[in-house]
């Protein structure tokens, strides 16, 4: 009797691990909507394209970077401040902040460097922005930069 109970258990605990790794079509359609608004908002700085990153971003964010904190409404018009390659974005990912997936962090390391206002970048910076959805559409609302530095 022990045994069949260990067996149901084990069998119980091994279903409610799978349903809880289990991936509904509406959550990968909408990490594919957020990892394609990361690129385009990385796309839409490199272009320095103001009316492309306006449309991605909430006008009370914040822009953090080694250099300091922008407000997104600022940065907004000194786009052009920015000397950017290609996208050099690798494994992006989405973490998702509350239940309701109403809000959520896309992290991924970028590599290439680039400028910014004259100043060299680091050729690796790891990249974290925080998502949400406003009025049923996705928007930037922190957007935050690192320098990988090798010791």
Known sequence: MKKFVGVVLTILLGLAVASGQERT????????????NERALYEAVAKRDKAAFQALVLPEGTWASPTGFVPVRLLADTLDVFQLPAFG??????VWTDSNKDSALVLYPRTGGGTFANQPLAATV?????????????????????DVVKQ
Do not use: N
């Not at 079509?25 to 394609?36: F, G, I, M, R």
């Not at 974005?89 to 989405?94: A, I, K, N, R, Y």
């Not at 790891?126 to 690192?146: P, Q």
């Open 25 to 36: 079509p509406k959550s990968d359609a909408t990490e594919k909507v957020l990892l394609d």
């Open 126 to 146: 790891l990249v974290s922005t925080v998502w949400m959805k406003r009025s049923g559409k996705w928007v930037a609302v922190h957007h935050h930069e690192s």
């Open 89 to 94: 974005g690798q494994s992006l990912h989405v």
